[in-house]
C-alpha cells in the first residue's frame, strides 16, 4: 500500500434513469409517475400555474399558496392539522415565480385520507378572514426581519435592475403591500390559477394500479381550460454593466449579487453552459471558491448559479464578504469571469468537473423522489422536455475546452452585468 | 430498520456497515468525539476551526477535494458542542477513495501556517456571517452564558468571540489534533450498495496501520443545579421583540429525554401544537413561536422562542407561555394527542431512513451515544412515554427555578 498512489476509480458512462410514465387525469390535467424505491413512502405534488408572474396585485400568489392550509370548506386549519399530524402525513404549499406546489408525504396505509384532504386543499379552500389576518401578521414581520438583511438587499436590487420594476420577475414587494391585500384577491387568483388551468401532478415511490386510481379520483376532478402560454422575456443584457448599492454602514459583511440574463434550458447550448457554470462557482473546489475563500479569506462561501425560470434563466453569484473586501472581491469575479473568456480550462481542470458532475448526476437519479425531482424541474423549465436529462449526461461526458471557451466569450461577458451590493458606507 | 453489521479494528476504530442494494451511491462517514465542549475555554472556537483546517490537504495527499471529486464524489462536515462528524457521498465503486483520503487526514494532517491563516478569515467571515451580521444572529451567543454557568456548552461551535479564533496557532493545532484525532476516538460508518465484509478488509488496509494515541481525557466539569429564575435584557437594532426561554434537560441517554422530545412536538410540533393555536392564532401574542430540544449528550436545554406581535409587552407574553407549560404538568395529554405525537415521530423517522447518507450519519451517531443498533429503538423510546410522564416530567422542567429569560427587545426607531 502506497499512499501516494490514489486508488483506481472509474465512472459509470451510462446512467440509468427511472422511467416516467405520463397520462390524462380528467380534467385536463396530467400525471408523471416515477415507481421505484424501496421504502414505504410515496410523494405527490401538484404543479399550478400560479406563480407570482400572474398576480395582479403584489403578494397575490404568495398569500394564497400560504393560506390553502388555512382551513377548506370541509375542515378547519385545526382540523386538518391535527388529521396530517396524527397520519404523519406532511403537505406542504410553496408559491414560485412561475409556478406554486403542493406536496404531500405519505405512507401508502394513509395514502387515501391524505390524498382527499390534499384534493381539498387544492379545490375548496376557504380563505378564512381570522386566518388570513394570523398569516398576514406573521408573513409582514418575517418580510420586515428579512429587510434588514443585507443578501436581501442585494437580490432585491439585482432583480430590480435586470428585469426592471414593472417586469413580472423585476418587481418586488413592499410593506404597504401586506395592508392592500384582501380575501377576495385570494379567491380570485386561486380560481383562475388552480381551478381553471390544468395542473400536473408527480407521483413518486412504490406506485402501483391502485395508487394511480387514487390520484385520478381525487385529483382528476374539475374542468379546466388549457390557455396558451404567453412567454415572458427578459430584457436584451446589452448594457455596460450597471453598479447599484444599498449603504449600511454598520454592517461588518457585504452582499454581493451579480448577475444577468442568460440563455434559457430550452437552448441547445444550455448543457454545456451548465458545465461552465460549474468551473466558475458551481462546486466546492471552484475558480471563485478557490481564488475568495480559499486564497483569499474574503468570504465563508461564494457561488454561482443558473437560475432557471418558465421564460429566462440567470446566471447569478453571491457571496457575503467582509466589508473591507468589498471592490476587490467584485474584482476578483469580474476576472476569473475574464479567464475563462481568455484561456482555454486545462484538460485536468475539465475532466476533474465532468467527473464530479458525473456523479451529481448519479445523486440526481439515485430513487425515486431525486428523479421526480428532475421530473418537476422539466416540466417547469423547459416544455416536460425529459430528453434535456440525456442531452445533460451527454454533454457532461463530451463537452470540450474549445468549446467552453466560445461559449464563454458569448455568456460570461461584463455586458449586461448588475453588480448589486448591500452593507458597508455608501460608494463614494 | 438499519441492519447493520459492527467490527472493531485493533488500534480501536469502530466500523459500523449497512448495506443497501437500492442505490449506486454510497456514504462514508466518520465521526470523531471531539467536539467545542472539549475546548480550552479561553481558546473557543477551536474545534470547529480545526474541521475547516481537516480540509488543507492531510500528509501524503495535497488536496483532499481534488482526488474525491475526480472520482464522482462530494463531502462535507460539521462540528457540534458533542462531536465532529465528516461525511462523503460517492458512487459505490469508487468507495475506496474515501477510505484513502478519510485515513491519510487520520494519519496526519499537512499542518501549515497559510491554511490556518485562511481558515481563521474564512472562520471569521462565518461568524459574521451567520451571528454578527443578520438580524437575531446572536440569540444564541446571548442565552447560552445565561443557561449554564460552568458546563461548557456555555459557548458556541463557533466560539465565544472572533478574538479567540484570530489568536489560534499552529502549535495549538497540532496539540489539538494528537489528543483527539485519532483511531481509537472514531467512529466509520458506512451505507450502501456494498459487502460488509469486504468494507472490513478495506478499513483494515487503510486505518488499520493507524497507531493508538492516548486521547485526552473528558473530564467536564459539571453544571451546578440553577437555583433562581435568571433574566436578560438586551437591545439590538431589529424590527421586533424576540423571548427565548432555556430550561435545562435530562441528557441524551436519560429514558426522559424522550419525554422532553415530545413535549416540544405537543407544544410546537406542527401547526396543530399547543403555542402555535393558543399564543398565536387564539391570543394573537406572539406572530411566531416555536420550542424545541437541543439534543446534546450531556444535560442540554429545552428551548421556547417566539417572536412578539406588536404592542405586546415581555410580562404579558411570559406569563401566557408559563400558563401554557403549567398546564402540561398539571393535566394529562389525551390519548388521542399522545398517539399523534408518537405517529408523527415514527413517520419522521420512516421519512429519514431513505438516504445512505442519513443512514451512515444516524448509526455513527447512535454508536456514539451507545450501540448503532440502538438506532432502531427510537420509535419504542418514544411510545413509551406515558401522559404521566409527561406530567412528571413537565413539573421538573418548567419550575421557574430552572428557567432562564432572554429578552431581545427592539430598538424604537
Given at each position: 500500500m502506497n499512499r501516494h498512489i490514489p486508488p483506481q476509480t472509474s465512472l459509470p458512462t451510462h446512467i440509468d434513469i427511472l422511467p416516467t410514465a405520463q397520462q390524462a387525469l380528467g380534467n385536463r390535467g396530467r400525471i408523471a409517475i416515477v415507481n421505484g424505491g424501496t421504502q414505504d413512502v410515496l410523494r405527490a405534488t401538484i404543479i399550478t400555474e400560479s406563480g407570482s408572474r400572474y398576480q395582479q396585485q403584489m403578494l397575490q400568489a404568495r398569500i394564497t399558496s400560504a393560506m390553502l392550509m388555512e382551513g377548506t370548506r370541509n375542515a378547519t386549519a385545526l382540523q386538518m392539522a391535527e388529521q396530517l399530524d396524527f397520519m404523519g402525513s406532511i403537505i406542504e404549499t410553496t408559491a414560485g415565480a412561475d409556478f406554486s406546489l403542493i406536496s404531500m408525504l405519505t405512507t401508502h396505509q394513509h395514502l387515501e385520507r391524505t390524498l382527499s384532504m390534499l384534493a381539498d386543499v387544492l379545490q375548496q379552500p376557504a380563505f378564512p378572514q381570522h386566518e388570513l389576518d394570523i398569516v398576514l401578521r406573521k408573513q409582514r414581520q418575517s418580510f420586515a426581519v428579512n429587510q434588514e438583511r443585507v443578501d436581501t438587499q442585494a437580490r432585491k436590487a439585482l432583480m430590480a435592475n435586470i428585469f426592471g420594476n414593472s417586469h413580472p420577475y423585476g418587481r418586488t414587494a413592499t410593506l404597504e403591500h401586506f395592508n392592500a391585500i384582501d380575501r377576495q384577491h385570494l379567491i380570485d387568483f386561486h380560481k383562475s390559477h388552480y381551478l381553471d388551468k390544468p395542473i400536473m401532478v408527480v407521483l413518486a415511490g412504490q406506485v402501483g394500479d391502485r395508487e394511480i386510481a387514487l390520484v385520478e379520483r381525487y385529483l382528476g376532478q374539475g374542468n379546466a381550460t388549457a390557455a396558451p402560454h404567453t412567454p415572458l422575456l427578459a430584457p436584451p443584457a446589452t448594457h455596460e454593466p450597471i453598479r447599484t448599492h444599498w449603504a449600511k454602514p454598520d454592517a461588518l459583511q457585504c452582499?454581493?449579487?451579480?448577475?444577468?440574463?442568460?440563455?434559457?434550458?430550452?437552448?441547445?447550448?444550455?448543457?454545456?453552459?451548465?458545465?461552465?457554470?460549474?468551473?466558475?462557482?458551481?462546486?466546492?473546489?471552484?475558480?471563485?471558491?478557490?481564488?475568495?475563500?480559499?486564497?483569499?479569506?474574503?468570504?465563508?462561501?461564494?457561488?454561482?448559479?443558473?437560475?432557471?425560470?418558465?421564460?429566462?434563466?440567470?446566471?447569478?453569484?453571491?457571496?457575503?464578504?467582509?466589508?473591507?473586501?468589498?471592490?476587490?472581491?467584485?474584482?476578483?469575479?469580474?476576472?476569473?469571469?475574464?479567464?475563462?473568456?481568455?484561456?482555454?480550462?486545462?484538460?485536468?481542470?475539465?475532466?476533474?468537473?465532468?467527473?464530479?458532475?458525473?456523479?451529481?448526476?448519479?445523486?440526481?437519479?439515485?430513487?425515486?423522489?431525486?428523479?421526480?425531482?428532475?421530473?418537476?424541474?422539466?416540466?417547469?423549465?423547459?416544455?416536460?422536455?425529459?430528453?434535456?436529462?440525456?442531452?445533460?449526461?451527454?454533454?457532461?461526458?463530451?463537452?470540450?475546452?474549445?468549446?467552453?471557451?466560445?461559449?464563454?466569450?458569448?455568456?460570461?461577458?461584463?455586458?449586461?452585468?448588475?453588480?448589486?451590493?448591500?452593507?458597508?458606507?455608501?460608494?463614494? | 430498520m438499519i441492519d447493520s453489521i459492527k467490527y472493531t479494528l485493533d488500534n480501536g476504530l469502530k466500523l459500523i456497515v449497512h448495506p443497501d442494494h437500492s442505490t449506486p451511491m454510497a456514504a462514508v462517514n466518520l465521526l470523531y468525539n471531539v467536539g467545542a465542549k472539549d475546548e480550552d475555554p479561553n481558546r473557543t472556537g477551536f474545534a470547529h476551526l480545526f474541521e475547516h483546517l481537516m480540509f488543507g490537504g492531510s500528509v501524503n495527499i495535497p488536496s483532499f477535494d481534488e482526488p474525491l471529486q475526480h472520482a464522482g464524489g462530494d463531502n462535507n462536515a460539521f462540528t457540534n458542542n458533542d462531536f465532529t462528524n465528516y461525511y462523503i457521498t460517492l458512487p459505490a465503486q469508487n468507495i475506496e477513495t474515501a477510505f484513502w483520503l478519510e485515513s491519510d487526514r487520520m494519519l496526519q494532517l499537512d499542518f501549515s501556517e497559510k491554511s490556518l491563516n485562511t481558515q481563521r478569515n474564512v472562520v471569521i467571515e462565518e461568524f459574521n456571517q451567520n451571528y454578527l451580521n443578520r438580524p437575531y444572529g446572536d440569540i444564541w451567543l446571548l442565552l447560552r452564558p445565561l443557561a449554564y454557568t460552568t458546563h461548557p456548552y456555555r459557548w458556541c461551535t463557533i466560539g465565544i468571540t472572533p478574538d479567540h479564533i484570530k489568536q489560534a496557532t499552529l502549535d495549538q493545532v497540532k496539540t489539538f489534533f494528537y489528543s483527539h484525532y485519532a483511531p481509537n476516538n472514531a467512529i466509520l460508518s458506512v451505507a450502501g450498495p456494498v459487502e460488509p465484509d469486504a468494507i472490513a478488509e478495506l478499513a483494515q488496509r487503510w486505518f488499520g496501520s493507524i497507531e493508538r494515541r492516548n486521547v485526552a481525557t473528558r473530564n467536564l466539569p459539571t453544571e451546578p443545579p440553577q437555583t433562581e429564575p435568571r433574566l436578560l435584557e438586551v437591545e439590538r437594532d431589529v424590527p421586533f421583540d424576540v423571548l427565548a426561554q432555556a430550561f435545562h434537560m435530562p441528557n441524551r441517554t436519560n429514558a426522559e429525554f424522550y419525554t422532553a422530545d415530545l413535549i416540544t412536538d405537543a407544544l410546537a410540533g406542527g401547526k396543530s401544537g399547543r403555542l402555535y393555536q393558543r399564543l398565536v392564532r387564539e391570543q394573537q401574542l406572539f406572530s411566531s413561536i416555536n420550542s424545541f430540544i437541543t439534543g446534546d449528550i450531556d444535560n442540554g436545554l429545552l428551548v421556547v422562542q417566539g417572536q412578539l406581535a406588536p404592542n405586546v409587552a415581555f410580562e404579558q407574553a411570559e406569563q401566557a407561555v408559563a400558563n401554557e407549560l403549567h398546564q402540561l404538568a398539571e393535566q394529562p395529554l389525551t390519548n388521542n394527542e399522545l398517539q399523534k405525537l408518537y405517529n408523527r415521530h415514527e413517520a419522521n423517522i420512516k421519512f429519514e431512513e431513505i438516504s445512505v447518507l442519513d443512514k451512515a450519519m444516524t448509526l455513527g451517531y447512535h454508536e456514539l451515544i451507545g450501540q448503532a443498533s440502538d438506532a432502531n429503538l427510537e420509535v419504542e423510546r418514544y411510545n413509551s412515554v406515558s401522559a404521566e410522564r409527561v406530567m412528571q416530567q413537565a413539573r421538573i422542567l418548567f419550575a421557574p427555578n430552572n428557567c432562564s429569560t432572554l429578552r431581545y427587545r427592539a430598538t424604537k426607531r
Open positions: 452582499a454581493i449579487h451579480i448577475g444577468k440574463p442568460t440563455i434559457t434550458r430550452r437552448h441547445p447550448d444550455f448543457p454545456a453552459l451548465m458545465v461552465l457554470n460549474t468551473v466558475l462557482g458551481g462546486y466546492f473546489g471552484s475558480r471563485l471558491m478557490t481564488n475568495l475563500r480559499e486564497e483569499k479569506g474574503y468570504t465563508y462561501g461564494i457561488g454561482s448559479i443558473l437560475m432557471p425560470y418558465r421564460d429566462a434563466c440567470l446566471l447569478s453569484i453571491k457571496a457575503e464578504v467582509g466589508a473591507n473586501h468589498t471592490e476587490s472581491a467584485i474584482a476578483e469575479i469580474m476576472h476569473e469571469m475574464d479567464c475563462l473568456r481568455q484561456t482555454p480550462i486545462p484538460p485536468q481542470e475539465l475532466e476533474l468537473v465532468k467527473n464530479y458532475l458525473m456523479g451529481e448526476l448519479l445523486r440526481q437519479f439515485d430513487g425515486p423522489f431525486a428523479t421526480a425531482d428532475t421530473v418537476m424541474g422539466a416540466y417547469q423549465h423547459n416544455d416536460m422536455d425529459l430528453d434535456y436529462r440525456v442531452r445533460t449526461i451527454d454533454t457532461v461526458r463530451t463537452v470540450t475546452s474549445a468549446q467552453l471557451l466560445q461559449l464563454a466569450q458569448q455568456h460570461l461577458t461584463p455586458k449586461g452585468l448588475v453588480i448589486s451590493t448591500a452593507g458597508g458606507p455608501a460608494l463614494s | -
